[in-house]
């Protein structure tokens, strides 16, 4: 069996590293939700839903850009 290719790994890393970064928002997220909450409960609820909307924004995009190049 051979060592995967550099081509296969970089879209697991840049998804690895994608997913690490989206779970530590995700991890602080109620605590910055609280805290807008304290001035706006839209504005709290706002910020909630940009964010998850954002995650599947930037796998939306990735998926689209790898399409472009033939991945």
């Known amino acids: 069996m051979k060592a995967p290719e550099k081509k296969d790994r970089s879209p697991a890393v840049a998804a690895a590293i994608i997913l690490m970064v989206v779970g530590i928002g995700f991890f602080v997220l109620p ?41």
């Open 31 to 71: 605590s910055i939700m609280v805290r807008l909450g304290d001035i706006s409960p839209w504005l709290a609820a706002g910020v909630g839903a940009l964010f998850v909307l954002g995650f599947f924004l930037i796998f939306w995009l990735r998926a689209r850009h790898q399409r472009r190049r033939g991945l």
